[in-house]
Protein backbone atom coordinates (compact mmCIF):
# COMPACT_ATOMS: atom_id res chain seq x y z
CA UNK A 1 0.00 0.00 0.00
CA UNK A 2 1.64 3.09 -1.32
CA UNK A 3 2.22 6.10 1.84
CA UNK A 4 2.81 9.59 1.07
CA UNK A 5 5.40 9.69 3.15
CA UNK A 6 6.98 6.98 2.26
CA UNK A 7 10.42 9.29 0.99
CA UNK A 8 10.78 6.76 -1.50
CA UNK A 9 7.64 6.65 -3.21
CA UNK A 10 7.37 10.17 -4.86
CA UNK A 11 4.58 9.15 -6.70
CA UNK A 12 2.29 8.57 -4.11
CA UNK A 13 3.81 11.72 -2.51
CA UNK A 14 3.30 14.12 -5.37
CA UNK A 15 -1.07 12.81 -5.42
CA UNK A 16 -1.40 13.45 -2.19
CA UNK A 17 0.14 16.56 -2.09
CA UNK A 18 -1.92 17.91 -5.07
CA UNK A 19 -4.99 17.01 -3.37
CA UNK A 20 -3.63 18.60 -0.42
CA UNK A 21 -2.69 21.37 -1.72
CA UNK A 22 -6.05 21.74 -3.57
CA UNK A 23 -8.18 21.70 -0.88
CA UNK A 24 -5.93 24.04 1.91
CA UNK A 25 -7.62 27.02 2.76
CA UNK A 26 -5.70 30.51 2.00
CA UNK A 27 -7.38 32.50 4.66
CA UNK A 28 -8.21 32.11 7.95
CA UNK A 29 -11.86 33.05 7.64
CA UNK A 30 -11.89 29.71 5.63
CA UNK A 31 -11.44 28.34 9.20
CA UNK A 32 -14.21 29.73 10.82
CA UNK A 33 -17.35 28.37 11.82
CA UNK A 34 -20.42 29.98 13.34
CA UNK A 35 -21.76 27.90 15.89
CA UNK A 36 -25.02 27.88 18.74
CA UNK A 37 -23.60 26.25 21.91
CA UNK A 38 -20.57 24.24 21.64
CA UNK A 39 -21.71 21.51 24.31
CA UNK A 40 -24.26 20.89 21.95
CA UNK A 41 -23.27 20.87 18.26
CA UNK A 42 -25.79 20.89 15.61
CA UNK A 43 -25.12 17.73 12.62
CA UNK A 44 -24.66 20.47 10.30
CA UNK A 45 -22.07 22.22 13.00
CA UNK A 46 -20.42 19.39 13.08
CA UNK A 47 -20.00 18.71 9.48
CA UNK A 48 -19.00 21.96 8.79
CA UNK A 49 -16.12 21.59 11.60
CA UNK A 50 -15.03 18.37 10.41
CA UNK A 51 -15.26 19.31 6.84
CA UNK A 52 -12.44 22.17 7.82
CA UNK A 53 -10.37 19.58 10.11
CA UNK A 54 -10.25 17.43 7.10
CA UNK A 55 -8.94 19.50 4.98
CA UNK A 56 -6.53 21.90 6.97
CA UNK A 57 -6.25 19.51 10.42
CA UNK A 58 -8.11 22.74 12.51
CA UNK A 59 -11.19 24.92 12.62
CA UNK A 60 -12.37 28.25 14.43
CA UNK A 61 -15.64 27.97 16.02
CA UNK A 62 -17.20 31.02 17.04
CA UNK A 63 -20.24 29.50 19.65
CA UNK A 64 -23.29 31.81 21.67
CA UNK A 65 -21.65 30.67 25.09
CA UNK A 66 -19.69 34.16 25.43
CA UNK A 67 -17.64 34.40 29.01
CA UNK A 68 -19.09 31.40 30.44
CA UNK A 69 -16.23 29.48 32.74
CA UNK A 70 -17.97 25.46 32.03
CA UNK A 71 -15.25 23.49 31.70
CA UNK A 72 -17.35 21.30 30.16
CA UNK A 73 -17.74 23.56 27.00
CA UNK A 74 -14.43 22.40 25.30
CA UNK A 75 -14.33 18.48 26.72
CA UNK A 76 -17.81 17.80 25.55
CA UNK A 77 -17.36 19.51 21.80
CA UNK A 78 -13.57 17.66 22.09
CA UNK A 79 -15.91 14.36 22.96
CA UNK A 80 -17.83 14.83 19.86
CA UNK A 81 -14.84 14.71 17.39
CA UNK A 82 -13.43 11.56 19.26
CA UNK A 83 -11.62 13.25 21.90
CA UNK A 84 -11.63 11.30 25.05
CA UNK A 85 -8.19 10.44 26.47
CA UNK A 86 -7.02 13.73 28.18
CA UNK A 87 -3.03 14.46 28.97
CA UNK A 88 -2.59 14.74 32.62
CA UNK A 89 0.17 17.20 32.03
CA UNK A 90 2.05 18.89 34.84
CA UNK A 91 0.46 22.42 35.16
CA UNK A 92 -2.87 21.18 33.94
CA UNK A 93 -5.96 21.35 36.69
CA UNK A 94 -7.35 18.22 38.19
CA UNK A 95 -9.66 17.49 35.57
CA UNK A 96 -6.68 17.63 33.54
CA UNK A 97 -8.01 20.83 31.52
CA UNK A 98 -5.44 23.50 31.85
CA UNK A 99 -6.40 27.16 32.96
CA UNK A 100 -4.00 29.22 30.69
CA UNK A 101 -3.74 32.51 32.56
CA UNK A 102 -0.98 34.20 34.33
CA UNK A 103 -0.14 32.28 37.31
CA UNK A 104 2.41 33.08 39.60
CA UNK A 105 2.52 30.30 42.14
CA UNK A 106 5.85 28.45 42.56
CA UNK A 107 4.03 25.50 40.39
CA UNK A 108 3.31 28.14 37.34
CA UNK A 109 5.67 30.50 37.32
CA UNK A 110 8.52 28.96 35.26
CA UNK A 111 6.61 28.09 32.73
CA UNK A 112 5.88 30.30 29.62
CA UNK A 113 1.96 29.40 28.90
CA UNK A 114 1.02 30.53 32.51
CA UNK A 115 3.15 34.50 31.89
CA UNK A 116 1.96 36.93 29.52
CA UNK A 117 5.53 36.48 27.23
CA UNK A 118 5.47 35.57 23.77
CA UNK A 119 5.44 31.90 22.57
CA UNK A 120 7.41 31.12 19.63
CA UNK A 121 6.29 27.99 17.02
CA UNK A 122 5.16 24.14 18.69
CA UNK A 123 3.33 21.68 18.94
CA UNK A 124 1.56 20.41 22.36
CA UNK A 125 3.48 17.78 24.04
CA UNK A 126 6.78 18.35 22.47
CA UNK A 127 8.36 16.87 25.90
CA UNK A 128 6.14 13.92 26.28
CA UNK A 129 6.94 10.20 25.85
CA UNK A 130 6.42 8.51 22.26
CA UNK A 131 3.23 6.45 23.86
CA UNK A 132 1.80 9.72 25.20
CA UNK A 133 2.09 11.79 22.17
CA UNK A 134 0.03 14.69 21.77
CA UNK A 135 -2.43 14.04 18.37
CA UNK A 136 -5.57 16.27 19.63
CA UNK A 137 -5.57 19.54 20.88
CA UNK A 138 -8.46 22.01 21.61
CA UNK A 139 -8.27 25.73 22.82
CA UNK A 140 -11.07 27.53 24.34
CA UNK A 141 -11.24 31.43 24.77
CA UNK A 142 -13.18 32.22 27.70
CA UNK A 143 -11.79 35.59 28.25
CA UNK A 144 -9.37 37.63 25.59
CA UNK A 145 -6.61 39.83 26.53
CA UNK A 146 -6.93 43.47 26.67
CA UNK A 147 -3.97 43.49 23.92
CA UNK A 148 -2.22 41.00 22.49
CA UNK A 149 -2.80 37.01 22.63
CA UNK A 150 -2.47 36.73 19.10
CA UNK A 151 -2.30 33.03 17.54
CA UNK A 152 -0.23 31.92 14.62
CA UNK A 153 -1.57 28.60 12.86
CA UNK A 154 0.49 26.19 10.00
CA UNK A 155 -1.17 23.28 9.58
CA UNK A 156 1.81 20.58 10.16
CA UNK A 157 1.27 19.15 7.04
CA UNK A 158 2.01 21.86 5.04
CA UNK A 159 5.12 22.34 6.84
CA UNK A 160 6.06 18.69 5.80
CA UNK A 161 5.38 19.67 2.22
CA UNK A 162 7.54 22.70 2.02
CA UNK A 163 10.38 21.07 3.86
CA UNK A 164 10.20 18.03 1.78
CA UNK A 165 10.47 20.11 -1.72
CA UNK A 166 13.11 22.32 -0.38
CA UNK A 167 14.73 18.34 0.36
CA UNK A 168 13.66 15.55 0.83
CA UNK A 169 16.91 14.25 2.90
CA UNK A 170 15.67 16.95 5.19
CA UNK A 171 12.67 15.14 5.92
CA UNK A 172 14.81 12.04 6.32
CA UNK A 173 17.12 13.76 8.88
CA UNK A 174 13.77 14.94 10.84
CA UNK A 175 12.56 12.06 11.36
CA UNK A 176 15.56 10.13 13.04
CA UNK A 177 14.82 9.14 16.43
CA UNK A 178 16.97 11.37 18.12
CA UNK A 179 16.77 14.33 16.25
CA UNK A 180 15.02 16.47 18.79
CA UNK A 181 16.19 16.02 22.70
CA UNK A 182 14.07 18.30 25.48
CA UNK A 183 16.52 17.74 28.57
CA UNK A 184 15.34 17.17 32.03
CA UNK A 185 13.16 19.67 33.30
CA UNK A 186 15.16 20.05 37.00
CA UNK A 187 13.77 21.55 40.10
CA UNK A 188 15.77 22.52 43.04
CA UNK A 189 17.58 19.64 42.41
CA UNK A 190 14.46 17.28 42.01
CA UNK A 191 14.16 15.83 38.48
CA UNK A 192 10.15 16.37 37.73
CA UNK A 193 10.64 14.85 33.84
CA UNK A 194 13.45 13.18 32.32
CA UNK A 195 14.86 13.97 28.99
CA UNK A 196 13.20 13.37 26.10
CA UNK A 197 14.54 12.56 22.73
CA UNK A 198 12.26 12.26 19.49
CA UNK A 199 11.71 12.53 15.73
CA UNK A 200 10.28 16.10 14.59
CA UNK A 201 8.14 14.08 11.87
CA UNK A 202 6.74 11.30 12.21
CA UNK A 203 4.09 8.71 10.87
CA UNK A 204 1.07 6.93 12.87
CA UNK A 205 0.09 3.72 13.08
CA UNK A 206 -2.75 4.72 10.95
CA UNK A 207 -0.42 6.41 8.28
CA UNK A 208 -1.13 9.97 9.28
CA UNK A 209 1.62 12.37 9.74
CA UNK A 210 2.35 13.85 13.35
CA UNK A 211 4.87 16.59 13.75
CA UNK A 212 6.45 17.46 17.90
CA UNK A 213 7.89 20.22 17.74
CA UNK A 214 9.77 23.73 19.54
CA UNK A 215 11.11 26.63 18.56
CA UNK A 216 12.72 27.21 21.86
CA UNK A 217 16.28 28.53 21.44
CA UNK A 218 17.24 27.48 25.31
CA UNK A 219 16.47 24.11 27.22
CA UNK A 220 16.78 22.02 23.82
CA UNK A 221 19.27 19.67 22.32
CA UNK A 222 19.68 18.55 18.37
CA UNK A 223 21.60 16.05 16.94
CA UNK A 224 24.78 17.04 16.72
CA UNK A 225 25.36 16.75 12.57
CA UNK A 226 25.58 19.24 9.63
CA UNK A 227 22.41 17.55 8.16
CA UNK A 228 20.28 18.55 11.56
CA UNK A 229 21.75 21.58 11.90
CA UNK A 230 20.68 22.35 7.79
CA UNK A 231 17.10 20.60 7.91
CA UNK A 232 16.11 22.42 11.10
CA UNK A 233 17.62 26.16 9.96
CA UNK A 234 15.30 25.55 6.52
CA UNK A 235 11.87 24.43 8.98
CA UNK A 236 12.82 27.80 11.06
CA UNK A 237 12.73 29.41 7.89
CA UNK A 238 9.74 28.13 6.59
CA UNK A 239 7.83 28.63 9.81
CA UNK A 240 8.90 32.57 10.17
CA UNK A 241 8.47 33.09 6.24
CA UNK A 242 4.54 34.22 5.48
CA UNK A 243 2.84 32.43 3.14
CA UNK A 244 -1.11 32.19 2.71
CA UNK A 245 -1.61 28.94 4.45
CA UNK A 246 0.60 30.74 7.59
CA UNK A 247 -2.73 32.19 9.25
CA UNK A 248 -3.22 34.98 12.32
CA UNK A 249 -5.57 35.57 14.33
CA UNK A 250 -7.51 36.12 18.17
CA UNK A 251 -9.62 33.98 20.17
CA UNK A 252 -12.33 36.24 21.31
CA UNK A 253 -14.77 34.87 24.55
CA UNK A 254 -16.83 31.97 22.97
CA UNK A 255 -14.87 31.27 19.90
CA UNK A 256 -11.76 28.30 20.09
CA UNK A 257 -9.72 26.09 18.40
CA UNK A 258 -10.01 22.06 17.32
CA UNK A 259 -6.90 20.98 15.69
CA UNK A 260 -5.16 17.54 15.21
CA UNK A 261 -2.24 19.58 17.06
CA UNK A 262 -0.65 22.02 14.36
CA UNK A 263 1.46 24.06 14.66
CA UNK A 264 1.23 27.54 16.68
CA UNK A 265 2.60 30.27 18.65
CA UNK A 266 1.27 33.29 20.40
CA UNK A 267 2.13 36.96 20.94
CA UNK A 268 2.66 38.62 24.48
CA UNK A 269 -0.14 40.17 26.06
CA UNK A 270 -1.22 43.03 28.70
CA UNK A 271 -4.34 41.73 30.96
CA UNK A 272 -7.35 44.20 31.55
CA UNK A 273 -9.39 44.46 34.56
CA UNK A 274 -10.36 40.74 33.86
CA UNK A 275 -7.14 38.48 33.25
CA UNK A 276 -7.04 36.54 30.10
CA UNK A 277 -8.19 32.99 30.27
CA UNK A 278 -8.15 30.07 27.99
CA UNK A 279 -8.55 26.59 28.75
CA UNK A 280 -6.54 24.22 26.84
CA UNK A 281 -7.47 20.60 26.54
CA UNK A 282 -4.55 18.06 25.13
CA UNK A 283 -5.17 14.91 24.04
CA UNK A 284 -3.91 11.55 22.84
CA UNK A 285 -6.37 11.24 20.51
CA UNK A 286 -6.54 12.47 17.15
CA UNK A 287 -10.04 13.82 15.74
CA UNK A 288 -12.35 11.17 15.11
CA UNK A 289 -12.43 11.12 11.14
CA UNK A 290 -9.95 12.88 9.54
Not at 214 to 236: G, M, Q, Y
Not at 257 to 276: M, Q, W
Request: charged share 25%; hydrophobic share 35%.
Amino acid sequence: MSNPFDLDDDNAYQRWKERKLAAAPNALTDLVVEIGDPRALSDAEHAAILERCRRANMAIYIGTSGDDPDKAIPVALGARFGLHRLDHNRGADEDAVTSLTVQTDAAHRNYIPYSDRPIAWHTDGYYNTPEQQIHGLLLHCVQPAETGGENALLDHEIAYILVRDRDREHIRTLMHPACMTIPANVVDGIELRPGRSGPVFSIRPDGRLHMRYTDRSRNIAWRDDPSTAAAVTCLKEILRTPTHWHFTGRLESGWGLISNNVLHTRTGFTDGARPRLLYRARYYDRLGET
